[in-house]
């Protein structure tokens, strides 16, 4: 039901509760009197059409009376009896929608607590997990300053090693160039000597001549 609907609803009911408020008791009574006097006429209605009445006499109209009041007495008690009856079993229901309320409260209560024994458990996971996540985040954070510093050291460590291998192409290429003018010397020394032991050949004489110009030498005056 929409809001407006409730509040006319409650309004209007309020005011009827309001305006029959005054009148609740004289609205009983009628009621009691109304119900008396259709009672009081019907019991008149089968006193008069019985055969044997009389409608003189003060004795039969005192016997009415209490015939009268005893009947009313009657139904008096018969009404009592079914309102204690329709009490009594009002009372069992009410008493049966007692014991039911209290069984869903005790069953409510045991959801309760195992509900706040589930939470207080979620409560602790939580609580590990936040420690854990903390953890791990500490170790990520001296993870990457560990991967930063070897990250370093690897530049440091490549920049090394460019340079050592600059250097040592640098010395290979001056022992290279070293080797090559040592090359280059006994080649220029080969042909040196080659053409020295031509030289020698072609200014070396004869075999005969050698031999007279040896007796010569050995003749000569030393």
Known sequence: MEKWKSHVRAELFRRDCTEKDPFSGVFNTLSKLAEQFNFRETFWDEVVQRPNFKGDGGLAVDRRELQLQLRESEHITEKLSQTVSDLTTVLYLKDAEL?????????????AVAQ??????????????????ESTSKE??????????????LVAASREK???LARWLEEKKDE???VNRNNDAQERWHRFTLRLNKHLRRE???????????????????
């Open 176 to 178: 290279a160039e070293r």
């Open 99 to 111: 014991q039911y309320c209290h069984s869903q409260v005790s069953r409510y209560r045991i959801e």
């Open 162 to 164: 460019e340079e050592l």
């Open 116 to 133: 706040a024994r589930g939470a207080r458990a979620l409560q602790d996971s939580l609580l590990n997990c936040e420690f854990a996540l």
């Open 204 to 222: 070396m004489p004869q075999p005969e001549q050698t031999s007279g110009h040896a007796g010569n030498v050995l003749r000569g005056p030393i």
């Open 140 to 153: 990520l954070a001296a993870l990457q300053l560990k991967h930063q510093e070897l990250k370093e050291e």
